[in-house]
């Protein structure tokens, strides 16, 4: 499908060369899938319950967008999949209209001093007028909460498009 999007799994050798690969995709047509990705924060191991890989999807479902969380098997094909958009999460998740582009960006940390769960920040530029990001407290496989923040001040736009967390200043 035109513009569905793919990611790559790619497994090197010593020397840095290419030994195989696995393409991942969603034939989704417009759904921008690989746009954004992230990996889970916590290293847990390939038998957890945690996906491996998050993958935004920021034009899918006319551009309201979704995220994957995707549970990976040593080759690198995907074992388990969950997705994060409102088609998912029901009357209990936030309201995303068209164009939000949801998942256009995507960052991801362990909870402080915690082995359980995970934060998982997804911009949505498109949000509104200024854009937001999405933030969701993770389980294992599920959604405990989630919180919106919006620009620190007005004249914003695009807020979301990029994001990353850092170091405590």
Same mark, same amino acid.
């Given at each position: ?36 990705? =992230? ?5 847990? *191991? ?6 491996? %890989?998050? /993958? #935004? $999807? +920021? !034009? ?44 256009? =960006? ?5 909870? *402080? ?6 934060? %998982?920040? /997804? #911009? $949505? +530029? !498109? ?43």
């Amino acid at each position: 499908a035109a513009n569905a999007g793919a990611i790559y799994v790619v497994f090197l050798d010593a020397q840095a060369n290419v030994r195989s690969f696995t393409k991942i995709t969603r034939a989704v047509a417009g759904a921008l899938f690989g746009s954004a990705l =992230s990996t889970h924060p916590g290293g847990e *191991s390939r038998l957890s319950k945690y996906p491996n %890989l998050l /993958v #935004g $999807a +920021p !034009g899918e479902t006319n551009h309201q967008g979704a995220v994957y969380l995707l549970n990976l098997n040593v080759d690198g094909t995907v074992r388990a999949t969950m997705k994060l958009a409102p088609s998912t999460w029901g009357a209990t998740g936030p309201e995303l209209a068209a164009h939000a582009n949801f998942g256009a =960006s995507l960052a991801a940390r362990s909870h *402080s001093g915690s082995l359980v769960g995970y934060e %998982l920040s /997804v #911009g $949505a +530029p !498109g949000l509104d007028e200024a854009g937001a990001v999405l933030t969701f407290d993770m389980g294992k496989r599920i959604v405990r909460s989630h919180r919106r923040l919006r620009p620190p001040e007005t004249g914003v736009s695009g807020f979301g498009s990029f994001m990353t967390y850092g170091a405590d200043l």
